[in-house]
């Protein structure tokens, strides 16, 4: 069965059956992270000068912005500070909008945090999407001598300090990892530009603990819609409970490889992608399940389970790229379609997968830019240049 077949079969029947607003037009945005390609080896400098003219691409083409993740002491996706890069990068592509997918809270002072996001909104035009989330990695915990058994109440009370340092004014705050006692003020002092938060859903429980704190999830496909349903509906319901905003923005982020047929699509898929399932596996730790005994994070052991099988295993891939944006380009706009019909209506387009060539990757991101994206989107299309990028263009 092709991914357009498993489409039809299994996703066409949920469209639309949970959508929130269909009148919501869909926004794209592009993951900009350092992923080591299978033209290895690069220098560290190199990839990080790579993350920049991809920026530069990416806004270019028209998405709304750029998207990093954060990790430490690792190839997989070796970016310790996305808020660092990201200064370099507001100063080259001031209007591109930033985001992160995700900053780990539980490893931030909140207060240090608060102000650093200040500071990167006053040095860039575009909007700011911080998704944050708990962090998955033991050994990166354990690096930086912060208890993984703690990491849902300091994600909790972080999150509330944050809110409180960037609400403008002076602040004090009583908890328990984090106490202010004296009155205290921001500075540089926010600016009044919006920060957008969202909470990063990796498993059921996370969808009430997000709701609770009214913060928007940020999910990726790989759950079934039965599953992801369930999730969303939770989400909700806790949210609406908290006094929180439902109709707020869901960002989906997505692995994208487009190619003129499925099979084509496929084959690529298989040849390139077990590498960044392998990366997974050693940062994760997983053949040794780091987290069966740590409360809050047993279900990882059943989530990952998957990742050496496709490190192994290429043929065993299919049932990966069906649940992202792995085919042709009708292949690709259908799978969105599907997506939006949950009520997601803003998606971070992952190109520069670990393992996929450089040249790939973008080819890839200017096909979904061109072939995709228009007929999905009102709003998509190339800015018009700014004159620091008329220059670099004429010159």
């Not at 102000?115 to 050994?139: C, D, P, V, Y």
């Not at 409180?164 to 004014?169: D, E, N, Q, T």
């Not at 998606?347 to 670990?354: C, D, L, Q």
Request: proline share 8%; glycine share 8%.
């Amino acid at each position: 069965m092709t991914i357009g077949q498993w489409l039809n079969a299994f996703c066409c029947p949920w469209i639309g059956a949970f959508a929130l607003n269909n009148s919501r037009d869909i926004t794209f945005a592009f993951q900009c992270s350092t992923a080591t390609s299978a033209d290895e080896p690069k220098s560290d400098q190199t990839l990080y000068n790579e993350v920049i003219e991809d920026c530069r691409l990416g806004y270019e083409l028209g998405y709304e912005a750029a998207w990093m993740n954060e990790h430490h002491c690792s190839d997989y996706f070796p970016t310790p500070s996305p808020l660092l890069i990201f200064a370099a990068v507001a100063r080259e592509v001031p209007d591109l909008g930033l985001g992160t997918m995700v900053l780990v809270l539980p490893w931030y002072h909140p207060l240090r945090l608060a102000g650093e996001l200040s500071m990167l909104n006053q040095l860039t035009r575009g909007k700011l999407h911080i998704g944050l989330g708990r962090g998955t990695a033991k050994f990166e915990y354990d690096a930086f001598g912060v208890a993984m058994p703690e990491a849902r109440d300091r994600f909790a009370e972080g999150i509330q300090l944050v809110r409180k340092a960037l609400a403008g004014g002076k602040f004090e705050h009583q908890g328990k990892f984090f106490p202010q006692p004296h009155a205290l003020e921001l500075r540089p002092r926010p600016n009044g530009k919006e920060i957008n938060f969202y909470g990063a859903i990796g498993s059921p429980p996370s969808a009430g603990i997000m709701g609770d704190l009214n913060l928007p999830p940020l999910l990726i496909p790989s759950f079934p819609p039965k599953l992801m349903t369930q999730m969303l509906n939770t989400w909700r319901e806790r949210t609406l409970a908290a006094g929180g905003n439902v109709n707020a923005t869901l960002p989906m982020a997505t692995t994208m490889l487009i190619a003129d047929t499925d099979a084509e699509a496929l084959a690529l898929g298989q040849r390139y992608l077990p590498r960044f399932f392998e990366l997974q596996c050693i940062h994760y730790d997983i053949a040794n399940h780091p987290w069966d005994d740590i409360e809050g994070y047993q279900q990882f052991s059943k989530i990952f389970a998957n990742l050496q099988r496709y490190a192994r295993e290429p043929e065993s891939l299919a049932e990966y790229m069906r649940w992202h944006l792995i085919g042709s380009p009708e292949t690709v706009r259908r799978r969105i379609e599907e997506l939006a019909s949950f009520g997601f209506d803003y998606f971070v387009i992952g190109s520069n997968t670990p393992g996929v060539p450089k040249q790939l990757q973008r080819e890839s991101l200017a096909r979904f830019a061109k072939e995709v994206a228009p007929k999905l989107s009102r709003s998509f299309g190339p800015p018009k240049a700014s004159s620091k990028l008329k220059q670099r263009q004429a010159g």
